[in-house]
């Protein structure tokens, strides 16, 4: 059963424009989450996180949204830059544990 | 530069033929894990160690080993490699409470 689902596999977004990433957990015990970004050929970046007590963490033109009541999280891109194109996976993990669950990923296109 | 590193980067392999993959970090850093890639079921946890002599199951630990006898290393073992270990291969490491360093990948065709 996936803990953590990222129902859309692919993502097309013109430059400038807000790209929105979303992901959706099962597990309530879940309290830390982060977004991590990969190129081809390149091991996951860490992006950005949010601990389960913020509903919002922001870092430049990245912002991450977190419902807990609707175990949802949305990674926010604005404005989005061709060099943001890439795949998104979202994680989660109980706190001061090793097991980080990821999601199966978002191909983000940005397009001139 | 703080990284981990891990070889070979490509490796090409036959059914059976037993084969490590090395895995190594210079940020001094407790927790190591192994992880899998493959299409349409995202990163997969195989193995994680919290520290030396202390490594513990993923999801997925089945037809793999490791070991944790020094901080900096965690190599991944497959004693009996078989076509379905066929896949992309990630290290990484992290310190307690902050966010996981992954290597470049482990790119692994059984034959």
């Known amino acids: 059963d996936q803990q953590v689902k990222q129902n859309s596999p692919s993502l097309s977004v013109q430059e400038g424009r807000i790209s929105i990433l979303n992901c959706d957990y099962t597990?309530?015990?879940?309290?830390?989450f982060l977004w991590y970004k990969k190129y081809p050929a390149e091991g996951p970046t860490f992006l950005i996180s949010?601990?389960?007590?913020?509903d919002k963490n922001e870092d430049g033109r990245f912002t991450v949204f977190l419902n807990k009541s609707a175990k949802h999280l949305s990674l926010h891109i604005v404005p989005s830059q061709p060099g943001d194109s890439a795949v998104y996976f979202c994680?989660?993990?109980?706190?001061?544990?090793?097991?980080?669950?990821f999601g199966t990923g978002t191909r983000l296109q940005v397009f001139p | 530069e703080a990284q981990v590193t891990q070889n070979p980067r490509y490796l090409i392999t036959v059914t059976g033929k037993k084969l490590t993959v090395t895995c190594s970090q210079n940020m001094n850093h407790e927790y190591m894990s192994w992880y899998r890639q493959d299409p349409g079921l995202g990163l997969r946890q195989i193995y994680y160690s919290m520290n030396v002599e202390v490594t513990d199951k993923g999801d997925v630990p089945e037809g793999y080993k490791v070991s944790r006898k020094e901080k900096r290393n965690f190599p991944l073992i497959l004693e009996s490699p078989s076509p379905n270990q066929t896949s992309l291969y990630f290290c990484?490491?992290?310190?307690?409470?902050?966010?996981?360093?992954f290597g470049p990948g482990t790119r692994l065709t059984v034959l």
């Open positions: 597990n309530s015990m879940f309290d830390y």
């Open positions: 994680a989660a993990s109980e706190i001061d544990t090793d097991k980080l669950i």
């Open positions: 990484a490491s992290r310190a307690r409470m902050d966010t996981q360093y």
């Open positions: 949010i601990s389960s007590i913020k």
